[in-house]
């Protein structure tokens, strides 16, 4: 499956410098990288993917963040209403497998995952949203929800600041483009968690 091209005259994400063992570069174990990457706060984010540290674009920018949170009011407001149950966390630390950690900008975890993380396990997250950034690549994105979908991840939102649109893939490999009045779902994970895809990108208003 191709993700679209997301940005003209960019690079693939950078991969920080790996130690050299016998004068090669080596890998890194997992606990090396939660030593070395899981806490370092340089403005970028790093993934962990079979011994390798994947260094991607900065974090959330002021863009990306003001659409997260449009995201997590709605998911909020319909806990509240009793129509949804778990939790929507943002740049949560998700380990796939024993050797590959993504940090998606935003996932959904239902009551049993939470109940599951909460006691040392660390489930997969089945509906998981990523902001994209134009200081990445389509490889890249396109890499991430392969490992996405093979390891049960079962619906994927690429949202485009820019365009103002949302592609979503569901793990049978169909898709679908949302603009405008077009309602953007997240079923079968989450089939309350709808939404026009316009009010994705609703602005804040000036204070007064």
């Known amino acids: ?21 016998n004068g090669k570069a080596g890998k890194i174990t997992v606990q090396e990288f939660l030593e070395k990457y899981s806490q370092r706060e340089d403005g970028y984010k790093y993934e962990y993917q079979d011994g390798q540290v994947i260094k991607s674009s900065y974090t959330m920018n002021y863009i990306q963040k003001y659409i997260a949170k449009n995201l997590t009011v709605f998911f909020y407001s319909l806990f509240f209403q009793k129509k949804v149950k778990g939790t929507l966390d943002t740049e949560l630390d998700t380990w796939l497998t024993a050797s590959k950690m993504r940090r ?10 939470d109940y599951e993380a909460a006691h040392g396990g660390k489930p997969v997250p089945e509906f998981v949203i990523e902001i994209i950034s134009t200081n990445d690549t389509a490889e890249y994105y396109d890499d991430k ?5 093979e390891q049960g991840v079962k619906v994927v939102w690429f949202i485009y600041p820019k365009s103002e649109k949302v592609q979503i893939y569901l793990h049978d ?36």
């Open 145 to 149: 929800l392969s490992v996405y979908f």
């Open 104 to 113: 998606p900008d935003l996932c959904y975890m239902d009551p049993q995952q």
């Open 173 to 208: 490999e169909s898709s679908t483009t949302c603009r405008g009045d077009m309602v953007c779902s997240a079923a079968p994970v989450l089939p309350a968690f709808a939404l026009p895809a316009k009010d994705i990108f609703v602005k804040p208003e000036k204070p007064e």
């Open 1 to 21: 499956m191709n993700v679209e091209n997301i940005a003209t005259g960019t690079s693939s994400p950078a991969t920080p410098p790996r130690r050299k063992r």
